[in-house]
């Protein structure tokens, strides 16, 4: 899976911040509702409009950006 067909930043999508593509959902805020303890069907519920594989493509981004500092 290469996340970069799922996630893209553009300053003019909420400033800039790494965004689920063609949505306004955040990297950050997937992020923080998994460290709160949300599952992927919660995330679903919550977000319908979520693409499949997103939160996978989001956690695979989070591991490279960590890999890398």
Given at each position: ?69
């Amino acid at each position: 899976m290469n996340y970069r067909d799922y996630i893209s930043a553009d300053y003019r999508v909420m400033l800039g911040k790494p965004v689920l593509t063609g949505t306004r959902l955040s990297v950050e805020l997937i992020l923080r509702k998994l460290a709160e303890g949300a599952t992927f069907d919660d995330l679903t519920r919550m977000y319908p409009d979520l693409p499949t594989g997103s939160i996978q493509a989001i956690l695979q981004y989070a591991a490279d950006l960590v890999e890398n500092e």
